[in-house]
């Protein structure tokens, strides 16, 4: 018994544990990632001198807010858009969430800038709920259209960001910490791009 109890199989043990609880538990496993990123891990990769990319016909793009509003993303031309595919199983997800939210709270009343924060559970509802709990202001919407491959290829999260001319400035798959100041003068500076 006393061989059974040594340190080395105590922290096997909760080793063991650990790994099975980050394997099994999406929400620990998105408290770690979000804990990474707070310490300056998964910053979003944007070049400083970043010309606008490729351009991309946005009409006919279109997403359903909780209250049955449509946008389509071809509307919108004038803003920077921010579009993000996420899921409310999606532990990567979930650990951005609290980048995007505070990305939002800096420009929620600049009318320059959009956002949409794609639900890809199907469940509107759900992830409205979501961001309730979480106390987050932010936009959710469901998917109206077919989605073009060049913005979403099924990976989640994935974050599309356009210019005010519709060209794709940012597009990556997995998370990032959009809270970070360095993103956010991205977002700044492509408010005054033409």
């Known amino acids: 018994m006393k ?4 340190r080395k199989n105590i922290f096997n043990a909760v080793f063991i544990v650990l790994v099975l ?12 990632l979000e804990g990474l990123m707070t310490i300056g891990f998964f910053k979003p990769a944007t070049d400083a001198d970043q010309a606008a990319g490729s351009a991309v016909n946005l009409s006919g793009i279109r997403f ?21 595919f996420w899921a409310t199983w ?13 990305l939002y709270e ?18 509107l509802a759900k992830s409205q709920k979501f961001m309730d709990k979480k106390h ?5 919407y469901a998917v109206d259209s077919n989605i ?22 940012y597009n990556e798959s997995g998370a ?4 970070d100041a360095n993103f956010i003068k991205f977002i700044d500076r492509l408010k005054t791009m033409n």
Not at 21 to 32: E, G, N
Not at 64 to 81: S, Y
């Open 3 to 6: 061989k059974m109890l040594s």
């Open 136 to 140: 987050y202001q932010l936009p959710v």
């Open 176 to 179: 990032a910490n959009y809270g």
């Open 64 to 84: 359903r807010d909780t209250k049955g509003k449509i946008v389509d993303l071809g509307n919108l031309k004038g803003k920077v858009i921010f579009l993000n």
């Open 21 to 32: 609880v980050l394997a099994f538990v999406p929400p620990a496993k998105a408290l770690v």
């Open 106 to 123: 800096r420009f929620k009343d600049d009318e320059g800038v959009v956002f949409i924060l794609a639900d890809a559970d199907g469940n």
């Open 148 to 169: 073009p491959d060049v913005l979403f290829k099924g990976s989640l999260p994935t974050t599309v960001v356009f210019d005010k001319m519709g060209r794709i400035s």
């Open 90 to 102: 999606c532990p990567p997800c979930l650990a951005e969430m609290q980048g995007i939210n505070k």
